[in-house]
């Protein structure tokens, strides 16, 4: 079977549709025009003030920096939006393992209430290590 050579969109190099990085620069996924991360990222084409509806990410860009997922339903590692399922999150209504959020069910969270193993909250507060903010000042 014949393989199919493309050239490195870095360098210029000979390279295999299939290959995973160039041997010449190492370039990821040389063969591919553009290439913008690892992971999986989608968002909905139906936008709410300016934000997409849904907003699923669990990517890194080339030079390894997580991208958030931000919209008004936020799914990911990192996520901002109305309601944000995450390990780090920001969000009116947020599950996740640390949130800053409006109310929160989390591991650790600031929020104005809150069910949490350990967090800060205004209004009310469930949880293992919970305390009301305004004993703390």
């Known amino acids: 079977m ?3 050579m493309k050239t490195c969109r870095e360098c210029g190099h000979n390279v295999s549709e299939q290959a995973i990085a160039c041997p010449e620069c190492g370039a990821p996924y ?3 025009e553009k ?3 690892w992971g999986f990222e989608y968002k909905t084409q139906t ?3 300016g934000l997409p509806l849904v907003h699923v990410s669990f990517k890194y860009r080339p030079n390894r920096v997580p991208v958030p997922a931000r919209g008004i339903i936020a799914i ?4 901002i939006g109305v309601i944000t399922i995450s390990q780090f ?4 209504v947020s599950v996740s393992q640390f949130t800053v959020a409006g109310f929160a069910l989390a591991q650790f969270a600031l929020a104005w209430s809150l069910i949490a193993q350990i967090g800060i909250y205004v209004d009310q507060g469930v949880g293992q ?3 009301k903010l305004s004993a703390l000042l």
């Not at 990911?76 to 996520?79: V, Y």
């Not at 999150?89 to 009116?92: C, K, M, N, S, V």
């Open 129 to 131: 290590l919970v305390w």
């Open 76 to 79: 990911g590692q990192f996520g």
């Open 35 to 37: 290439w913008d991360g």
């Open 89 to 92: 999150g920001i969000g009116l």
């Open 47 to 49: 936008t709410l003030l």
């Open 2 to 4: 014949m393989r199919r």
């Open 30 to 32: 040389p063969a591919r």
